[in-house]
């Protein structure tokens, strides 16, 4: 779809094309997540699943090969519990839309899970979501730690037009974003409960 793009920190174009702002060659690199959970950090909130989920979905950390277009999007951070520890292992399923605005509902585009590392922290390379009718822009995703219960969420993206326009939104979800060489990095720190 063709839709006229909204305001957003994804409406301007890439680092690349900007020859100013005080670009480095350490901008380039993905900016870490910020190491500082203290203790008493809110948990990360249950949002709703939505209709699109599908279990069962192969595990891979990028999601670049499944379309042929989109801004690449570099998703990164890590999952701890509230009291700031690293939840190594925990599993993260990711489900997204791409430019189209359209969920793959036959196979798996945009459909992978993967496990985070010893110290918490996970990346998926992918591309950016468009907004589809109703929704503002966001990626689903299932957090689940090791023997531990599932958190199913959403993040968003700041900056966003419709982002108070949906009812779904929350702004404890939103992400860091940021413009590489490439494209985007967002980084999300998931806080379990549990
Ligand atoms: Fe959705």
């Not at 419709?162 to 860091?176: V, W, Y």
């Amino acid at each position: 779809m063709d839709e006229k793009r909204p305001e957003s920190v994804l409406s301007s174009p890439p680092a690349a094309a900007t020859s100013s702002g005080g670009r480095t060659t350490a901008d380039e690199k993905l900016t870490p997540t910020p190491e500082c959970i203290c203790r008493g950090t809110p948990p990360t909130p249950e949002q709703n699943e939505g209709p699109y989920y599908k279990p069962y979905t192969p595990k891979k950390t990028s999601f670049r090969g499944d379309v042929e277009n989109g801004t690449p999007l570099v998703l990164h951070g890590r999952v701890v519990t509230v009291d700031g520890f690293p939840v190594g292992g925990a599993l993260l399923d990711f489900w997204q839309v791409g430019e189209e605005g359209v969920y793959d509902e036959t196979g798996f585009r945009l459909r992978g899970h993967q496990f985070a590392d010893a110290d918490g922290r996970w990346r998926l390379d992918t591309v950016v979501p468009a907004e589809y009718p109703g929704r503002t822009r966001h990626v689903h995703v299932k957090v689940q730690p090791p023997d531990g219960e599932v958190l199913t969420t959403m993040l968003y993206f700041p900056g966003e037009r419709r982002n108070h326009l949906d009812k779904h939104f929350r702004p404890e979800c939103l992400m860091d974003v940021h413009k590489t060489a490439e494209g985007w990095s967002a980084a999300f720190t998931f806080v379990l409960d549990g």
